[in-house]
């Protein structure tokens, strides 16, 4: 174990995971979250692009063994394994009005239990690492489900995780990656989940990798970051 570290309910975090190493991510309680930004670390443009991972991987979740793209089509994480067939990425971070909506909070009343959006806990981390506004973008939303009914319309699955539930990346280059546990923009009520993040070194792989396998797009955005490395 190189790193491991709780994230509480509610709360953000944000590590460098260098290339070839593995993070787990694990849920902590039910309906746990973990709202996650990636960047290509040291690089102030390359970050993840959920609409170009989706397109090239004919898909509308995330799942294993999926590669998390990057705006230049290089591989910036592989979803090695998760006990979850089902990761949201399509419906964005929650923003204050979605905590406002709960009823306010501050510091000054509730402490640190005071309620805090993904897109707070998002720039508070980028900050310390010289980001922005700017820098926001779609993110993945672990332990989440939002899927579309018969009606056409966003659904969303409460409880979809359950504590013990979890998901391994493997980092295909160096990366930046920004994590909060708010809950799910559309979650009905207000009870985030704590997760843990672990930080373990990975094993060399070779042409029949899972992710390499995957799908033509998937295999040649590994080898776009095998050239980024090289």
Excluded at 6 to 14: F, T
Excluded at 166 to 194: K, N
Aim: overall charge neutral; hydrophobic content about 40%.
């Amino acid at each position: 174990m190189i790193l491991d570290h709780e994230i509480p309910a509610g709360g953000y975090w944000s590590l460098s995971l260098r290339a070839g190493r593995v993070l787990r991510l694990t849920a902590l309680d039910d309906g746990a979250i973990c709202s996650t930004l990636v960047f290509a670390h040291g690089d102030p443009v390359d970050r993840l692009n959920v609409p170009d991972t989706l397109k090239a991987q004919m898909s509308a979740r995330i799942r294993p063994p999926m590669v998390l793209m990057s705006d230049r089509g290089a591989a910036l994480a592989s979803v090695t394994g998760s006990s979850l067939d089902w990761h949201d990425c399509l419906t964005g971070h929650s923003l204050d009005a979605h905590t406002e909506a709960f009823g306010r909070s501050s510091y000054g009343a509730d402490r640190n239990d005071w309620r805090r959006s993904a897109r707070y806990g998002f720039l508070s981390e980028l900050r310390k690492h010289g980001r922005g506004p700017a820098d926001l973008h779609a993110s993945v939303n672990f332990f989440a489900k939002v899927a579309i009914g018969p009606d056409g319309r966003f659904g969303y699955a409460p409880r979809h995780a359950t504590a013990g539930d979890w998901v391994t990346l493997r980092a295909e280059q160096d990366l930046l990656l920004v994590l909060s546990t708010a809950p799910h923009p559309m979650a009905p009520e207000w009870a985030p989940g704590a997760v843990r993040a672990e930080v373990q070194a990975g094993a060399p792989y070779g042409p029949d990798d899972l992710s390499v396998t995957f799908r033509s797009e998937s295999a040649r955005a590994l080898a776009n970051a095998k050239a980024v490395l090289a």
